[in-house]
């Protein structure tokens, strides 16, 4: 699916049905069927049929949907058909028989029904609306005469229903079937607005015809409607005259109107095409039903409007209808012309236009705009207080801190003054974002509170996201994951229903780093890509947050390449974008990533995060130039920025930010006594967080420090722990930033090779530098050569792909260069003989595979040693052999050579034999919960696996986890959207259904 409104009320009944089937799943204790009639009336391809298809696919056990129709259902039913899910009900099978004609009419007319029925059914086709016509055709004459009037009823010259309807209208009075055909005009309608538009006579006449069920039916709101069929008869056959329909339709939208009905009379001004009648109630009315969530009349009247008609306050509504929708190149298209090229701008219109540039991420554009509004004296005070609130929002985003300041009390003496609820949201949610910067824990909780008291008071769904995704920072930054991550669960669920596309991604962003803290990180990357997808489908710089987490990931797992990707390309954005929140955290991330094998470039980047001073992000670039500091030798530094970290920290009562400074203090410490009660102060700390990451990497670096009795076992069960977790904790030191890089491996082998996720070379357990390589065309070849597996690579070929189109002659020279750059690399004190690592001769070259470690060669083989041992069905060593294997796996085979053809064979070996490894795992996995991580990370690698997604769903609902379950499906459905397959129906635990359960899931009918 493209962006777009379209988009966004897709993605909203896709929402909407999960949510619905969630709450069924949770709260159905006996069998519930759901018919859902007239199905036919529902547009291809629209919201409504996307709702519909939706609930089909989420159905839980309990739930039997019938859909009816005179079609199938405007979407895909072949796999719900072919798996049992669908019980099918044509026009036949609901059509009445011969023998229940007869009885119909039996009951009726009081009249043996004889060959009568038989009649009646031959013509009506067994349909239950035309018997019930023809039944009331035949009781107004007498039965000597009923074969007269089956004459000719099904000759082409005499349609049949309406021949029906006109012989039923025929036996009713004039007054009603004048009635009728003013009716008619009406979609819905009331006694009360029958009788505002003159019809005399109209209460008694629609109670009998209520009453009598054939012209008349009762909706569930109260409201009255003709049956269509009648309908469509009167408007054919007994048609009003034009100048008294547009009479009786425009004093029926104002009636509607002045009775708090605006969306009914917008629908029936629009029909009636009074245009300045209609331009009256949207300027009155339609402010008031966008806060309803009434978008779709608004915008339907807006773009009736004619030009000369549409005010600047229209021009606005339809802006805000049209930003509510997602369309928000159509809504600063409003925006503008409700502008008229002014440069200075009244309040109420700035900041919308403001707020446009902000949710894209382009804070200069929106402060820019913001400033042509702070110059309105005459705007309203809740408006001018919203222009403030939101102008120094911009101001915090940038890092300004007094000018948000100033503006951020200006903001809450201009709500307090109004004492407008929305206007208090606002303001109060500032006050928070700068109490955060001011480190003030108390005042940013309090002021939270007020801004989340005044928008429900307001009903104001959007700042609601908004505080709810900013509560679950502050409660993240403290610590306190379990609250932070039900704040940002409410904020997602609200962002989900509603099209605020850009606050949905911000609370996904929050939400993926809240379960990042919690040691959930297969969770958490679900949640950041959904962001980050989010995020690019808006078109917005704030992508750079959802970015710089996924490069922390990666960092975690030891995939240092991919993750130096993402921080990079999180933090170009971020400065483009002049967000300070965003930069300093992916400089403080990148710096620590590339300290192994760039010292000179983190040191740079750690002191640009400390540079920009003591924000929100301060302790963060203080431990990162702290860390790097300590990976480069310089002890009293990072010793200095330990301490500074931990006060600061201890201030703002940021205990995951203490933990790291203590755990920082604690490796630059000259005392062994003072290492192991400082690591010991951090692992109780992230314990009491319940920071399981964190927790389990103190306590290996404490068993590895630690030379007693049981030490051995202590590490290894915290090795465990992390494996668990996805962290690759066997060759910390490796591959590790942060605190894992200051472990020393198992074993220190001459030279490891490491390829999966990103390319790095180790000699005795060091990281070689970038700076000690003279030549990328030498990596490149040791890549290559690891890609050929110990196969001789011909010296022709190499030249070929190491400088394509170039002369042989000429590259001969520089291939023989970078063998011998290789080798220096390799082995710069030359312990070994040149052909130990390589072996070259005239026409090829080779790597040693016995004298260097590669990790896809130790990958491959422990994968293939796993599936033999269950091939010969010895689980008990099959399963933990494919599990140790699967830790291997950083990523796929020489990911920053994603298209060098040379590194796809081995990259697609890998990646299957590990999806291949993460099924087994699934499948035997003792838990629901364990599979659930198995089957995450094969969606990690293949976001397509119908499969793993399946499974997963399963999985979740096996483990009571419904919300998550149908959350997983709604991504799995939208995943077979893109590749144009009809998705499964949502599978049904394997944990024994409810008594009853048995179920055809949905049934669809066409009467």
């Known amino acids: 699916m493209q962006g777009g409104p379209e988009l966004e009320q897709f993605l909203r009944a896709d929402t909407l049905a999960a949510q619905l089937a969630e709450i069924l799943h949770a709260q159905l204790s006996s069998d519930l069927i759901l018919v859902i009639d007239d199905a036919h009336e529902l547009a291809a391809a629209s919201p409504s049929a996307r709702l519909v298809e939706a609930l089909c696919r989420h159905a839980p056990p309990r739930l039997h949907l019938v859909i009816s129709g005179r079609r199938e259902p405007p979407f895909q039913i072949e796999r719900l058909r072919g798996q049992g899910q669908l019980l099918e ?55 000597e005469t009923w074969s007269t009037v089956f004459a000719g009823l099904d000759k082409p010259s005499a349609p049949l229903f309406s021949y029906l309807a006109e012989e039923v209208f025929a036996r009713h009075p004039e007054p009603v079937r004048a009635l009728v055909s003013k009716l008619a005009l009406f979609e819905r309608f009331t006694p009360e607005l029958c009788e505002a538009i003159g019809i005399e006579g109209s209460r008694s006449m629609l109670g009998a015809l209520t009453r009598e069920g054939l012209f008349v039916e009762r909706g569930q709101d109260g409201s009255l409607t003709l049956r269509p069929l009648i309908r469509d008869y009167a408007l054919e056959s007994l048609p009003v005259p034009e100048p008294v329909a547009q009479n009786l339709r425009s004093t029926a939208g104002t009636w509607l109107a002045a009775n708090g009905s605006a969306a009914d009379a917008i629908q029936v001004l629009l029909s009636a095409e009074t245009w300045d009648q209609l331009a009256n109630v949207v300027s009155s009315e339609g402010a008031r039903l966008l806060a309803a969530g009434q978008i779709a009349p608004v915008l339907r009247a807006c773009h009736a409007i004619p030009a000369g008609l549409r005010t600047a306050e229209i021009e606005q509504l339809e802006g805000e209808a049209q930003q509510i929708q997602g369309d928000w190149s159509a809504a600063m298209t409003c925006f503008q012309r409700a502008a008229a090229g002014r440069m200075s701008l009244p309040a109420h219109l700035a900041w919308r236009i ?39 929002t911009v101001h915090w985003i940038r890092g300004d801190v007094e000018p948000c300041r100033e503006l951020a009390v200006r903001a809450l003496a201009a709500a307090n003054s109004c004492g407008d609820h929305r206007a208090l949201a606002a303001a109060h949610t500032v006050m928070a974002m700068l109490a955060a910067l001011d480190g003030d824990r108390r005042a940013n ?66 939400r993926g780093e809240t379960k990042l803290r919690m040691g959930r990180i297969d969770d958490a990357l679900t949640d950041l890509e959904a962001s980050r997808l989010r995020y690019r489908q808006i078109d917005s710089d704030m992508v750079a947050y959802p970015l710089t987490l996924i490069g922390e990931i990666y960092s975690e797992r030891g995939n240092l390449a991919q993750a130096r990707v993402m921080l990079e390309e999180g933090l170009e954005i971020a400065e483009q974008s002049g967000d300070v929140q965003g930069v300093v955290p992916a400089l403080a991330c990148l710096s620590m990533v590339v300290a192994g094998e760039d010292p000179e470039r983190a040191r740079a980047l750690a002191d640009r995060a400390v540079s920009y001073g003591t924000g929100m992000a301060y302790v963060i670039a203080l431990l990162a130039a702290g860390w790097v500091a300590a990976a480069g030798g310089d002890g009293a530094r990072a010793r200095a920025m330990a301490a500074e970290a931990e006060n600061v920290a201890r201030s703002r009562h940021d205990r995951p930010g203490l933990a790291d400074a203590l755990a920082l203090a604690a490796v630059t410490a000259d005392n062994a006594r003072v290492t192991t009660r400082r690591l010991e102060e951090a692992a109780a700390i992230w314990r009491e967080v319940g920071n399981p990451l964190g927790e389990a990497k103190v306590e290996l670096v404490l068993a590895s420090i630690d030379r007693g009795a049981g030490s051995a076992a202590m590490r290894r069960k915290a090795e465990h722990q992390l494996e668990a977790l996805g962290v690759r904790a066997h060759q910390s030191g490796n591959v590790a930033a942060g605190l894992l890089a200051f472990l020393s491996p198992h074993d220190r082998v001459a030279v490891r090779l490491q390829s999966l996720g990103g390319f790095s070379v180790f000699r005795d357990g060091e990281l070689v530098r970038i700076s000690e390589w003279q030549s990328k065309r030498a990596r490149e070849l040791l890549k290559l050569l690891i890609a050929r597996r110990g196969r ?83 689980v008990a060593r099959g399963l933990p052999a494919l599990s140790s294997a699967t830790v291997l796996y950083a990523g796929d085979f020489l990911e920053e050579n994603p298209y060098d053809d040379w590194a796809v064979s081995l990259r697609e070996e890998a990646r299957a034999a590990y999806v291949a490894a993460l099924r087994l795992l699934a499948r035997h996995a003792n838990d629901p ?20 997604h399946v499974g997963l769903v399963r999985a979740l609902a096996d483990a009571g986890r419904h919300g998550e379950a149908h959350r997983h499906y709604l991504n799995y459905r939208r995943a077979m959207d893109e590749l144009g397959v009809e998705p499964a129906p949502f599978p049904g635990s394997r944990g024994g259904k409810p008594p009853g359960s048995d179920r055809a899931a949905s049934a669809f009918s066409q009467p």
């Not at 009081?110 to 009646?120: Q, S, T, V």
């Not at 005239?842 to 130790?858: H, M, P, S, T």
């Open 354 to 392: 403001g707020l446009i540039h902000y949710l894209r991420g382009e804070h200069n554009e929106a402060l820019a705009v913001y400033q042509r509004g702070v110059d309105d004296r005459s705007g309203e005070p809740m408006e001018m207080a919203l222009l403030l609130a939101w102008t120094s």
């Open 89 to 143: 009900i044509d026009g036949g099978q609901l059509a009445f028989s011969v023998a229940e004609v007869a009885e119909l009419v039996e009951r009726q007319l009081g009249h043996d029904a004889g060959d009568l029925a038989a009649e009646i059914h031959r013509i009506a086709g067994g349909w239950p609306a035309a018997v019930r016509l023809a039944i009331e055709a035949l009781k107004s004459s007498p039965p």
């Open 792 to 874: 001789p690579a011909p010296r022709g070929y190499l030249m070929e792909t190491l400088w394509p189109g170039e002369d042989s002659e000429r590259v001969a020279n520089r291939l023989s260069v970078a063998l011998t750059t290789v080798r220096g690399v390799l082995d710069p004190q030359r312990r070994f003989s040149p052909e130990h690592f390589l072996s070259a001769d005239k026409d090829a070259v080779a790597l040693n595979l016995d004298a260097v470690d590669i990790d896809v060669e130790r990958f491959l083989s422990a994968t293939d040693d796993g599936l033999d041992c269950l091939r010969r069905g010895d």
């Open 445 to 510: 909780d309090a002021h939270y509170l007020l801004a989340l008291r005044a928008a429900e008071e307001a009903s104001d769904v959007l700042q609601l996201v908004r505080i709810r995704t900013n509560r679950g920072s502050h409660f993240l930054e403290e610590g306190s994951y379990a609250e932070a991550l039900q704040e940002l669960d409410v904020a997602v669920r609200l962002a989900e229903l509603t099209s605020f596309a850009s606050f949905l991604a911000l609370s996904l962003s929050n």
């Open 929 to 948: 919960d364990a599979a659930v991580t198995h089957l995450l990370r094969i969606l990690e690698t293949d976001r397509y696996d119908e499969q793993a």
